[in-house]
């Protein structure tokens, strides 16, 4: 295992020269969208939230199940987490993706929040609730209680704003509801 670890961490850093960081406009911003995956066991449950900008409305909402086999290994959260966020996430465009994980504040530059953004092209914001160790300097902001990065197609001080504006007690919205959806606490249709 630790040989195939080490191949994917070099692939990391290769993806991580993909990344694309540029500001975003909050005024052409009318959609945002949040996933986030829940676990029982093997079992992945994530959910996907879409709420209007910057008032919050929320628009849809979609849950799924699946099975994940990959393990939970720190810093390799993506290899876990992709299939459970794409399936959740299914053809829907945001024009924002907040994705529960890091996206540049991650020790090889490239957290879950990047390679989602690299795969659908949607330009996305990490968000999470502590910072990883060996993230690099200047790679994060703290917003409230949350822990904001670059993921793909937008800047730190844009994803700042949109999770500024976002925010309530502390987290943003669309986020919170996707955690309390992917956890069961919420109910939602299931589209």
Same mark, same amino acid.
């Given at each position: 295992?630790?040989?195939?670890?080490?191949?994917?961490?070099?692939?990391?850093?290769?993806?991580?020269?993909?990344?694309?960081?540029?500001?975003?406009?909050?005024?052409?911003?009318?959609?945002?969208?949040?996933?986030?995956?829940?676990?029982?066991?093997?079992?992945?449950?994530?959910?996907?939230?879409?709420?209007?900008?910057?008032?919050?409305?929320?628009?849809?909402?979609?849950?799924?199940?699946?099975?994940?086999?990959?393990?939970?290994?720190?810093?390799?959260?993506?290899?876990?987490?992709?299939?459970?966020?794409?399936?959740?996430?299914?053809?829907?465009?945001?024009?924002?993706?907040?994705?529960?994980? $890091?996206?540049?504040? $991650?020790?090889?530059?490239?957290?879950?929040?990047? $390679?989602?953004?690299?795969?659908?092209?949607?330009?996305?914001?990490?968000?999470?609730?502590?910072?990883?160790?060996?993230?690099?300097?200047?790679?994060?902001?703290?917003?409230?209680?949350?822990?904001?990065?670059?993921? $793909?197609?937008?800047?730190?001080?844009?994803?700042?704003?949109?999770?500024?504006?976002?925010?309530?007690?502390?987290?943003?919205?669309?986020?919170?509801?996707?955690?309390?959806?992917?956890? &069961?606490?919420?109910? &939602?249709?299931?589209?």
């Amino acid at each position: 295992m630790d040989e195939i670890l080490k191949r994917i961490a070099e692939v990391q850093l290769r993806l991580a020269k993909r990344i694309v960081e540029e500001p975003v406009d909050p005024n052409v911003i009318s959609t945002v969208g949040a996933v986030d995956v829940s676990y029982r066991g093997e079992k992945a449950r994530g959910a996907f939230v879409l709420c209007s900008f910057p008032e919050c409305r929320l628009l849809k909402v979609r849950t799924i199940e699946t099975t994940v086999k990959f393990p939970y290994v720190p810093t390799f959260f993506f290899l876990r987490e992709t299939k459970p966020v794409l399936m959740a996430l299914g053809k829907e465009r945001p024009d924002v993706l907040i994705v529960e994980g $890091h996206g540049r504040a $991650h020790p090889r530059g490239y957290g879950l929040a990047s $390679h989602i953004g690299l795969i659908t092209g949607i330009p996305t914001v990490g968000v999470a609730k502590r910072p990883l160790r060996g993230a690099p300097e200047g790679s994060l902001a703290k917003v409230g209680k949350a822990y904001v990065s670059v993921g $793909h197609l937008i800047d730190l001080p844009s994803a700042v704003a949109i999770v500024k504006a976002l925010s309530r007690g502390g987290y943003p919205l669309p986020l919170k509801l996707a955690d309390e959806l992917s956890k &069961g606490k919420r109910n &939602g249709r299931e589209n």
